[in-house]
C-alpha cells in the first residue's frame, strides 16, 4: 500500500517539476509555472468567483449524467431485449452516435433557444447512444443459464433482477458511467462556452478573449480535480463493492 | 397415487440455415411414480436434456402434454441439478442456496444438508473459490434443501475424476434415501445408472423415443462394481439391439 502511494508521489512530483522546468526555460505569461495557477485558483476561490461557476457545471453534469445513464440503460436493455425493435432503431443508433456534439449543441440552441434545458438536451443526446450501445451489449451477454437456474427455483422478479440480472449489467453500468463522465463534462463546457453566461465554460471563453492562460488553466486544474474526485470518492468504492466477489 | 405423467408427441428445433426443423423427441410417454428413481439412459445428444428441460417448465414449446397428479392449487415444485453447478458467482454459497429455497424453509434441514455434503465450513465463500466437486455438492444442497416435487438431474457426475464422482454418487444416494423425492435422472453412464436407480429407461439416438424400460431388481446395498458388470452383461445379451445405444 505505502509502495503505490509513493510511486503515485513520486510521478505527481515528476509532471510538476517538468511543468516548472517547462515554464522556466519558455518564461512567458502564455506557459505560467504550476505555483502561479495555484496561486490563481486560491485567489478565484477566496472571490467566490471558482466555487459559483464550478457548482453551475456541476450541477449541469450531475442532471445530464444521470439523466443519460436512466434513459441510456432502459432504452440499451429493451434493445438488447428484443431483436426486432434492435434491428428498427439500429440505424438511427448508429445516425445519432456519429453527429458531431458541436452540431447537437448549434441545433439545441437553435430550435430551443439559448435556455438551460436546450443546454442539458444537448448534453443527454450527446451521451445516450453510447449509454444504449454498451447496455445493449451487456444485456444480450446475460447469461441464459443462470436466468433459466432463477426460473427453476422461483427467483420472480425482482429476486432475479437483484441478484441475477444487476450483478452481470453492473460492468457494462460502470463501464458506461466512466466513459460518460469523461464525454460529458468535455461536451458541458462547449455548451457553456456556446451559449450560456456562466459555468466554467463561460469562464474559459472570458479568459480566452483576455488571452489569459494562468486563468484557464487555474479553471481546468480546479476541474479535473473535481472529477477524480468523483472518481475516488464514488465511482472506486462503489465498484469495489459490487466486485468483491471477483477473485 | 402421486405421479407425473409426461407425453410429447413431437419437440422440433429449427434450423436456421434451412430454415426447417429437426426432431428431437418423437412419440415419447413417461410415467414418474412418486418416490421413483428413474434413470434415462441414452446416446450423446439424443435429447435427454431437452427433456428435461420440457419437465422443468423451461421450454415450453413442444407438441404434447404434461401432468402432476394429484394435481393442486400450487404448482409442483421442481428442482434441477444442472450439468454446470450454475451457481451465482457473485453471491456466497450460502447466499445461494437461500435465494432458491422457498420462504418457510427448513433451517435445521439445509444445515444438516451443508454437514452432509461436508460444506459447512464453505458457506460463506464465492463459488469461484471451490472445486467443481464441490460446486456440484453445493448445488446438490440447493436441489435437495427445496423438498421438491420432482427432482431432475442432468448427468451430474460428468467430468469429474473417479473417486469425486464416487463420492458425490454415493452422497446423492444418501441425500434420496433420507428423503425419497421423485428422481428423474439423466446420464448416458449405464454403469452409473444401475447404480442409483431402481427403473431404467433406454432413450434411442434422435429423435428420442424410448427403447427400453427396464425395472432394476438387484437390492441397492448389492450393487458392487461386479454385480452391476454381470448386470450390464445381461442386459446387453437379453434385450437385443440394446447394445447399439451403449
Known amino acids: 500500500m505505502s509502495k503505490t502511494i509513493m510511486i503515485s508521489l513520486l510521478s505527481i512530483t515528476a509532471l510538476l517539476s517538468l511543468w516548472t522546468l517547462a515554464a522556466l526555460v519558455a518564461h512567458s505569461p502564455l506557459l505560467p509555472s504550476p505555483i502561479k495557477v495555484v496561486s490563481v485558483v486560491i485567489r478565484e476561490i477566496e472571490s467566490g468567483q471558482l466555487p459559483y461557476h464550478l457548482g453551475v457545471t456541476l450541477r449541469r453534469l450531475m442532471i445530464g449524467f444521470s439523466l443519460s445513464m436512466i434513459l441510456g440503460t432502459l432504452v440499451g436493455v429493451s434493445l438488447g431485449c428484443n431483436e426486432a425493435l434492435n434491428r428498427f432503431f439500429d440505424s438511427w443508433l448508429i445516425l445519432f452516435l456519429n453527429i458531431p456534439a458541436l452540431v447537437t449543441i448549434i441545433l439545441c440552441y437553435v430550435w430551443f433557444g439559448l435556455t438551460e434545458v436546450s443546454a442539458i438536451l444537448a448534453v443527454i443526446i450527446n451521451k445516450v447512444p453510447n449509454v444504449i450501445i454498451t447496455l445493449r451489449e451487456g444485456t444480450k451477454a446475460i447469461d441464459l443459464e443462470l436466468l433459466e437456474m432463477a426460473k427453476v427455483f422461483r427467483f420472480g422478479r425482482l429476486k432475479t433482477l437483484r441478484h441475477v440480472i444487476w450483478p452481470q449489467l453492473a460492468p457494462y453500468l460502470f463501464g458506461s458511467a466512466r466513459s460518460g463522465l469523461g464525454l460529458i463534462w468535455k461536451i458541458i463546457l462547449v455548451v457553456e462556452l456556446l451559449g450560456r453566461s456562466n459555468g466554467i465554460g463561460y469562464q474559459l471563453h472570458l479568459y480566452f478573449q483576455l488571452f489569459d492562460v494562468t486563468g484557464i488553466l487555474a479553471y481546468s486544474l480546479a476541474f479535473v480535480l473535481i472529477v477524480q474526485m468523483i472518481e475516488w470518492l464514488i465511482l472506486k468504492p462503489l465498484e469495489t463493492h459490487t466486485f468483491r466477489w471477483r477473485r | ?246
Open chain 2, 1 to 246: 397415487m402421486n405421479s407425473v405423467i409426461i407425453d410429447i408427441k413431437s419437440k422440433r428445433y429449427p434450423n436456421r440455415m434451412t430454415s426447417s426443423s429437426a426432431a428431437v423427441i418423437e412419440d415419447l410417454k413417461l410415467e414418474i411414480p412418486k418416490g421413483a428413481f428413474v434413470c434415462v439412459v441414452g446416446p450423446s445428444g439424443c435429447g435427454k436434456t431437452t427433456l428435461l428441460n420440457i419437465l422443468a417448465g423451461l421450454d415450453e414449446d413442444f407438441d404434447g402434454y404434461m401432468e402432476h397428479k394429484p394435481s393442486s392449487e400450487t404448482p409442483p415444485r421442481i428442482s434441477y441439478v444442472f450439468q454446470n453447478p450454475r451457481l451465482l458467482p457473485w453471491r456466497t454459497v450460502e447466499e445461494n442456496i437461500q435465494l432458491s429455497l422457498p420462504e418457510n424453509f427448513d433451517t435445521d434441514y439445509i444445515d444438516h444438508l451443508f454437514e452432509r455434503v461436508g460444506l459447512k465450513e464453505s458457506i460463506h465463500v464465492y463459488p469461484q473459490r471451490l472445486s467443481l466437486g464441490m460446486s456440484r455438492r453445493a448445488s446438490l444442497v440447493r436441489a435437495f434443501g427445496v423438498n421438491p416435487d420432482l427432482l431432475l438431474m442432468d448427468e451430474p457426475f460428468v467430468s469429474l475424476d473417479p473417486p469425486t464422482a464416487r463420492r458425490i454418487r454415493k452422497l446423492v444416494l444418501d441425500l434420496w434415501t433420507e428423503r425419497p423425492h421423485t428422481v428423474l435422472f439423466v446420464t448416458h453412464d449405464l454403469r452409473e445408472a444401475i447404480e442409483l436407480g431402481d427403473r431404467l429407461i433406454f432413450l434411442s439416438s434422435s429423435p428420442a423415443r424410448i427403447v427400453y424400460d427396464l425395472a432394476i431388481e438387484l437390492p441397492r446395498d448389492e450393487r458392487g462394481d461386479d454385480t452391476i458388470a454381470q448386470y450390464i452383461e445381461r442386459i446387453r445379451s437379453n434385450i437385443p439391439g440394446i447394445a447399439e445405444l451403449l
